[in-house]
């Protein structure tokens, strides 16, 4: 994920990358982890607390077993003038997303966009749900499966996949604010 300013990106699984995320800003304002705490099963077991991202490359602990680690996943990158920067999620998963079942009020989804073919370009505000799945996608240095060109965008991954052998982006935010990207 090559993400902007001021994105919230929680309940995603990362699996199997060379970079997970990657942003071109020093203070990006990203929050890697849910805006409030979310009521969640976990083993058999309901809790309520922040939750995260998965990432499959994250060896902390968990010795509560509520499914969280007990310390931050840690990303970094370089920006062009050669600045290394970080972010932390500070909520980050134990297992994979679809092992936590969350207790949640349905609320209906007006105007909703569907995304039925890759690659696909948003560049309007609104709720866009991944209505497809991706895998060993061969795409060209550069380029990526979701470009969102617009601010206050809403990405419902839908449980969907985006997988693939390159070292290109999956989704790219492309400097834009008040982006909200969750599976």
Known sequence: LLCGKGCLIYLNNFINNTKNINCHFIYDNNTFHSPTPITYTYNGKTFTNYLGNYYSDYNGTDSNED??????YVMNWTLWNGTVCYAYDNYPLIKPVENYKIESETTPIINAKYINSLPYTINESGYYILNTSYKDWNINCGSSEITIN?????????GKILDGNHTDYGVYVNNHYGIY???
């Open 181 to 183: 990207v969750n599976n």
């Open 150 to 158: 617009a601010d206050n965008v809403v990405l419902d991954g839908n």
């Open 67 to 72: 499914g969280i680690g007990d310390t931050a």
